[in-house]
């Protein structure tokens, strides 16, 4: 069971344009979400992250929107770099209890930036 | 400073051999993190520390055994693995408590099992 999916297995964008990333989760309990960005042999990176009390989270060139009523997330990349192509994954977890610390990752989106 | 360190980098070992793969942070935080990466694969969680004492074991095979000796530091020691425990092994570390599950990764130590 897939709690947490990027349809797209990969997007291609034109550099300076916007990209948008998309992740639909399946359990109501995940409060807090995650973007991590991921090069070949690298560790993830963290990106940004909205608690599920917010529907919009800004961090420079990175903004992500979270719609609770339709289980859906999807961040922003505007204007997209040719240094942001990368894996891109979304996570969710559960605040609390015995699920705690417990990151649940989407199948994550190629995005490659063109120059 | 968001940095997690791990060593070796790269790890070639037998089916027979023992080693030990090591994590390091220095950022105050009291949960620790091994997860498995196959190729095209999302990271899967393994264990989690919280305050040196192992809270989730994610039905891991035994010859993977972690370790907390302190609070920085975490090990994961390696017995008679298979090939099929080639993989990208990846430690996290985040603070414990409400809203703070930003898990910061290392760069991971590529394991290979021959």
């Known amino acids: 069971d897939q709690q947490v999916k990027q349809n797209s297995p990969s997007l291609s964008v034109q550099e300076g344009r916007i990209s948008i990333l998309n992740c639909d989760y399946t359990?109501?309990?995940?409060?807090?979400f995650l973007w991590y960005k991921k090069y070949p042999a690298e560790g993830p990176t963290f990106l940004i992250s909205?608690?599920?009390?917010?529907d919009k989270n800004e961090d420079g060139r990175f903004t992500v929107f979270l719609n609770k009523s339709a289980k859906h997330l999807s961040l922003h990349i505007v204007p997209s770099q040719p240094g942001d192509s990368a894996v891109y994954f979304c996570?969710?977890?559960?605040?609390?209890?015995?699920?705690?610390?417990?990151?649940?990752f989407g199948q994550g989106t190629i995005l490659t930036v063109h120059p | 400073d968001t940095e997690v360190t791990q060593t070796p980098k790269h790890l070639v070992m037998g089916m027979t051999n023992k080693k030990s793969l090591k994590c390091e942070q220095h950022?105050?935080?009291?949960?620790m993190y091994w997860y498995k990466q196959k190729a095209k694969k999302p990271p899967e969680l393994m264990f989690v520390y919280s305050y040196e004492k192992l809270s989730i074991n994610e039905s891991v095979p035994s010859r993977f055994s972690p370790e907390c000796p302190n609070s920085s530091l975490l090990n994961l020691h390696l017995h008679a693995l298979q090939p099929e425990d080639s993989a990208l092994y990846l430690c996290a570390s985040s603070q414990v408590g409400r809203d703070t599950d930003t898990q910061y990764f290392g760069p991971g130590t590529r394991l290979t099992v021959l």
């Open positions: 909205i608690s599920s009390i917010k």
């Open positions: 950022m105050g935080h009291r949960a």
């Open positions: 359990n109501s309990m995940f409060d807090y």
């Open positions: 996570a969710a977890s559960v605040a609390g209890g015995t699920s705690y610390g417990k990151l649940t």
